[in-house]
């Protein structure tokens, strides 16, 4: 007997569609998985049979043999224990492969199973509910836990489920509820509710910024320790324009394929902020890894902030790796296996201290470092990624007086006003070409018309 199911295999930021065949035949128990699993997946095996068993149903003594086409496609991770289930229990015909109007493999199915039977929350859900809408299926069956995301794809049905019990009931012809979409509080992050009214002095840093903000461009602030580099910089994402639907879908596919959306959560709409540590590898910050490679720093910052701070003090060989990236808006790792392109258009804002000991050209604080100290510590940042930089600022120390100030001048809403108005312009301006949306995404022939 031969069954099948359609699911979906993530690779990068997107989904590819499945096949899942589960032939029987009689002689001796065996059970094989071909067409290039992992560990995970040939380890489904064990899931399969304890959540037939504790779910009542009849492990098939047979000899089982499941086929993921297309072949020559790595199948990776644990979301195809409930497709494989599926396919087994229509294989040994105690699911309906077939009903008045639809087939089994018009679904496309997807999730974890639980050794109880329980359905566990997958990776790269939104992904795979945009493949299923591409490849015209009737729904997409996943675990409850997913289906917020999955409900963002418009004119999709969305039928979650919680045990391998209702997946069962729904093929013998039980009604399993379609998934309502629920009014979700905004996700907080990190810098939500900082305002740049709380900086006191360094207007010029704060134009400068907003100058960034506008045009999109990437700012390397030089100053001193304790001169608020840090803080300004977290408060940028205060000033940035709201992303469209479209760009926040790119983000929310992202975190969707790394397991990083929190609990529930649908599309998010407010623009990442990432600032990774100084000791970071070029693997973290650039994205890659043993087997299937994933999205680094760069790519979970994109349309949104990535904060560098003590510039000097990441790796050398790092920090190169940021060339491709900063230039092409996206990032292509190559591995034995495969090759992936992941999205990866940010605004870098960085920092850096003057001299090794911060105080170079501060009128309190006397500079200990020699001239040679001081050229070796900026030799450490190439010079074709400082010329990836648009603007480059000092920013002083505040004075005491100014410090104690009790108003810090404009607030982020105001500043974001002027921000929105300036990127509209912009849009207007690049009608014509679909892929610039500001002025720092502007090519020579941009530069001469305009």
């Known amino acids: 007997m031969l069954a099948r199911v359609t699911s979906s295999a993530v690779l990068g930021v997107d989904a590819h569609p499945i096949a899942v065949e589960v032939h029987m035949a009689y002689g001796m128990q065996s059970f094989k998985t071909v067409g290039l699993p992992d560990g995970a997946v040939r380890e489904a095996r064990v899931r399969i049979k304890s959540a037939l068993v504790n779910t009542a149903l009849e492990w098939p003594v047979r000899n089982i043999t499941v086929n993921l086409a297309p072949a020559d496609v790595h199948k990776a991770g644990t979301a195809y224990d409930l497709p494989m289930a599926t396919a087994l229990l229509a294989a040994s015909q105690q699911i309906n492969a ?92 990190p810098c939500a509710h900082m305002d740049f009214n709380e900086v006191k002095g360094q207007e010029n840093a704060k134009r400068a910024l907003e100058v960034a903000a506008a045009g999109g461009h990437n700012v390397l602030m030089v100053g001193s320790p304790g001169s608020g580099k840090t803080m300004l910089a977290r408060r940028l994402s205060s000033i940035l324009p709201s992303m469209s639907f479209q760009e926040s879908l790119e983000v929310t596919k992202i975190y969707s394929v790394l397991g990083l959306l929190p609990g529930g959560a649908g599309l998010l709409d407010q623009r990442p902020f990432r600032s990774p540590h100084h000791t970071i590898t070029s693997v973290g910050l650039i994205g890659g890894g043993s087997g299937m490679p994933r999205p680094g720093e760069v790519s979970l910052a994109h349309n949104g902030i990535l904060f560098l701070d003590e510039l000097p003090e990441f790796q050398k060989r790092t920090l190169e790796v940021l060339r491709q990236p900063l230039e092409d808006q996206r990032v292509t790792i190559t591995r034995a296996m495969m090759s992936l392109t992941y999205p990866s258009s940010v605004t870098l804002i960085a920092s850096m201290n003057p001299c090794p000991c911060g105080y170079a050209g501060d009128p309190t604080h006397p500079c200990r470092c020699s001239a040679q100290q001081q050229q070796q510590y900026r030799s450490r940042i190439s010079g074709p990624l400082m010329d990836r930089i648009d603007i480059h600022i000092e920013v002083p120390a505040v004075r005491y007086r100014e410090l104690r100030q009790v108003e810090g001048g404009q607030s982020s809403a105001e500043i974001r006003r002027r921000v929105q108005a300036t990127r509209q312009r912009q849009d207007e301006r690049f009608q014509k070409s679909p892929e610039v949306h500001c002025n720092a995404q502007m090519r020579p022939a941009h530069l001469r018309d305009f």
């Open 98 to 189: 077939r009903g008045p109007s639809w087939a089994l493999e018009d679904f496309m199915i997807a999730g974890e199973l639980s050794l109880s039977g329980e359905v566990r929350p997958i990776r790269g859900a939104l992904p795979m509910a945009i493949c299923a809408m591409e490849q015209g299926c009737k729904a997409i069956i996943l675990p409850a836990q997913n289906a917020a995301e999955a409900a963002i794809v418009e004119g999709l049905t969305v039928l979650p489920v919680r045990h391998l019990r209702q997946v069962v009931g729904f093929f013998r012809g039980q009604e399993l509820p379609e998934y309502e979409p629920e009014t979700l509080a905004p996700i907080d992050l």
